[in-house]
């Protein structure tokens, strides 16, 4: 391999499945030939540069982005991310609104735009409580379904989404948030009226439309050790039961300074040793105040507003920004350290303007948690973020 091939290499590596860190050391060895290469030129690093040697990088993509123009937005998410998850737009309500009616278009313009892109797709989400139309726990006449209806409904769902995106999609979140904090399951219309094992029914079914397709459970605060535990007890039955399952979708719906690093450290561990994959699957870092005491990611929840609930309208002050930056590198840090298990780092949104965190759980606040700010501009989180990617092999 001569130097301007192995530059190539690398300015493209991000397009494949990243190798991992422990290649740095060949990598320092011929660093010094590749004076030629773009980023060694002194041009800006991306996200998923940084992080090609350890996860890929990336970010939920909201509906209105690919229907309206965005196209500055849209610039930013192809240099920056290699790996692509629907916000909403493969939720049942969007994607199957009616019982006979399908709505692709905005699931065909993601999948199009991923692709363009060489952006690995993760589709989001297949079963939820959540965002599911009443008429899915309904017969046609209106009265509560019977299992055998419910269950025919979700198979012909699961077959026909699942099945218009085979060899596309790469992987999906096949169930999301089945677990309570405490550990126990959730009740749900899917488990009143599939039983427990509706679980395993979805990922069979999502196994039968595409079989090379990865399958994952998802949920959040499993830093909790409950629900850690529930979630890898739930994997390692469905296993031994000959059910796919290829990872655990570990949201990180987090704070300043809640849940401590140590709770999240271990948690990686535990589900990574059940699964064998962690996906740190929705990233955002809240630095609002939390109303009330219990804190976790339940859409469901809402909360009064107040002022002192939403001091930063006018900015985030230069404190806050510099204890956001630390607590992006803080995770990023724990994220290298278990490289061998994270497979994918996404970021649920963008730019500070798109995140949930704006409207839960009260509505009308002023969020600041991800990494560019209204204006698209990159924060000091970005900066931080790209500056753990980068250290030299540990």
């Known amino acids: 391999m001569n130097r301007n091939d192995y530059c190539t290499t690398r300015s493209q590596a991000f397009v494949s499945p990243a190798p991992r ?19 060694m030129a002194g041009e800006p690093v991306t996200l998923k540069e940084a992080y090609q040697d350890d996860f890929r990088m990336g970010v939920a993509i909201a509906t209105h982005w690919l229907t309206e123009p965005h196209p500055e937005l849209l610039k930013i998410v ?53 965002q599911t ?42 169930v999301n948030e089945a677990i309570n904090d405490d550990g126990t399951l959730r009740d749900t219309p899917w488990r009143r009226i599939l039983g427990d094992d509706y679980l395993e029914i979805a990922f069979r079914l999502a196994h039968e439309a595409d079989p090379d397709a990865e399958l994952y459970y998802n949920d959040y605060s499993l830093y909790l050790k409950d629900k850690a535990r529930t979630a890898s007890r739930l994997v390692r039955t469905m296993k031994r039961n000959d059910v796919r399952i290829d ?11 809640y849940p401590p690093i140590e709770d999240i450290d271990r948690s990686i561990q535990s589900l990574s040793a059940a699964a064998g994959k962690v996906m740190i699957s929705e990233l955002d870092i809240n630095v609002l105040p939390w109303p009330g005491d219990q804190i976790d990611a339940d859409v469901a929840r809402q909360a009064v507003g107040s002022p002192e609930l939403d001091p930063y309208t006018q900015g985030l002050p230069a404190e806050k920004q510099a204890q956001l930056a630390n607590r992006y590198t803080e995770v990023f840090e724990l994220f290298v350290r278990h490289r061998d298990f994270i497979d994918r780092v996404t970021f649920w949104g963008l730019e500070d303007g798109a995140s949930w965190h704006n409207n839960w759980p009260i509505k009308g606040r002023t969020a600041h948690s991800l990494l560019f700010d209204r204006n698209l501009r990159p924060k000091p989180a970005f900066d931080a973020v790209i500056a753990v990617g980068t250290r030299p092999n540990e």
């Open 133 to 174: 139309p009443d008429w899915v726990f309904q017969g046609a006449d209106g009265q509560p379904a019977t299992r055998e209806q419910v269950l025919a409904t979700l198979r012909e769902h699961i077959q026909t989404v699942v099945g218009r995106y085979r060899g596309r999609i790469a992987g999906w979140d096949v």
């Open 247 to 257: 990872g655990i979708g570990m949201q990180g719906h987090w704070s300043l300074d």
């Open 78 to 130: 192809a240099e920056q991310f290699n790996a692509a998850t629907p916000e909403n737009l493969l939720k049942w309500q969007s994607v199957h609104p009616e019982r006979d009616r399908y709505h692709f278009a905005d699931a065909d313009r993601f999948v199009d735009f991923a692709e363009q892109h060489g952006m690995r797709i993760t589709g989001h989400t297949l079963v939820w409580h959540n």
């Open 21 to 39: 860190r422990q290649q740095r050391s060949l990598a320092a060895g011929l660093i010094a030939c590749c004076f030629a290469s773009p980023v």
